[in-house]
C-alpha cells in the first residue's frame, strides 16, 4: 500500500516537470500528474478540466467541484494522486485552498485535507542560466516539447528562427532564480521536508529517479524498469552558443 495519498512536483518552468509527470504516468500506478491548477482563474480551472458549462453561484461550492474533478482526473483509478504546481501561480491556488478550508492555519494542513498524505517533489535546475535561454528560445521558437523521433509534443505558436536576446536572457534568469527561492522560503516556512531532484539528475537518470520516488512513495521501485521517458532535450549548438555569448557579455559588461 502507497505511504501517501498524493505528491505534488513543484517546480518552475523548463525545469523537465513534464518528463517527469510522463513518466510517472506512465508506470500506471502513480496517478496522472499535470497542471490542474495551472493559471490563476477559476474560470480556468473549470475549463481545463472540462466540467459543465454552468458554474456554482458559490466560490466554495465551485472550488470543491473543481477539487474533485483534478483528484479524479489525477487519480485515475490508482490510488495516489498526483500534481505539478508551477510557482507563478502557487499564490493563487493558496488563496483558494484558504476559501476552501477556511478553519485551518496552515498550507501545509489545507494541502492534506484537499488529497490527503502528500509527498512533495522538489524539482529544480542547477544551471539556471541554461534553464533561462531554454525558456527564451521556447517561447521564441513556439516549440516547448518534443518526442525523441523529432514529434512535437508541445507547440504553442507559429515556428520561427531564435534570435539572441541577452535581456531577455537576464530577465528570465532573474526571474527563474527568485522563483525557485520562492520555493525554498515556503518549504521552511510549514516545515516541508521536500523530496529534491534535480533536471541535472533526472534528464541523466530517468529511471532511476523515477525508481526513487515511487519507493518514497511506497510503490513498487521496479516498475520504473523499461519506461520510455518519451521527451526529448531541446538544448543545442544554439543554446550552447548562447550560454558562451551571455556570459562573456557579463565579463565584458
Not at 43 to 69: C, H, K, Y
Not at 78 to 95: A, K, N, P, V, Y
Not at 135 to 142: C, W
Not at 226 to 233: E, H, L, S, T
Request: charged share 20%.
Amino acid at each position: 500500500m502507497a505511504s501517501y495519498q498524493s505528491y505534488v512536483i513543484c517546480t518552475c518552468p523548463r525545469s523537465g516537470s513534464t518528463l517527469l509527470c510522463r513518466l510517472l504516468a506512465a508506470t500506471g500506478t502513480a496517478g496522472n500528474p499535470d497542471s490542474y491548477f495551472h493559471s490563476p482563474s477559476l474560470n480556468d480551472w473549470w475549463d481545463d478540466l472540462a466540467l459543465p458549462p454552468t458554474r456554482p453561484q458559490s466560490e466554495v461550492e465551485m472550488l470543491g467541484t473543481i477539487f474533485a474533478a483534478a483528484r479524479e482526473q489525477g487519480t485515475t483509478n490508482t490510488g495516489i494522486f498526483g500534481l505539478r504546481l508551477q510557482r507563478h501561480s502557487f499564490d493563487f491556488f493558496i488563496e483558494k485552498t484558504g476559501v476552501l478550508f477556511p478553519g485551518l492555519s496552515s498550507d501545509a494542513e489545507r494541502f492534506e485535507a484537499a488529497f490527503g498524505a502528500t509527498l512533495f517533489i522538489y524539482l529544480t535546475r542547477e544551471n539556471k542560466l541554461e534553464q533561462a535561454i531554454s525558456y527564451v528560445k521556447a517561447s521564441q521558437t513556439g516549440l516547448w516539447h518534443q518526442a525523441p523521433d523529432g514529434t512535437e509534443l508541445e507547440r504553442l505558436s507559429a515556428p520561427q528562427e531564435p534570435v539572441y536576446d541577452g535581456g531577455k536572457i537576464a530577465q528570465h534568469l532573474n526571474e527563474l532564480t527568485a522563483l525557485d527561492e520562492g520555493w525554498r522560503d515556503w518549504f521552511t516556512q510549514e516545515s516541508i521536508n521536500a523530496m529534491r531532484i534535480t533536471y541535472e539528475e533526472l534528464s541523466a537518470d530517468p529511471t532511476t529517479v523515477l525508481a526513487t520516488i515511487l519507493e518514497q512513495l511506497g510503490l513498487d521501485a521496479a516498475t520504473a524498469k523499461g519506461i520510455d521517458p518519451g521527451v526529448a532535450k531541446l538544448a543545442d549548438a544554439i543554446s550552447r552558443n548562447w550560454a558562451e555569448r551571455f556570459l562573456a557579455e557579463q565579463v565584458t559588461g
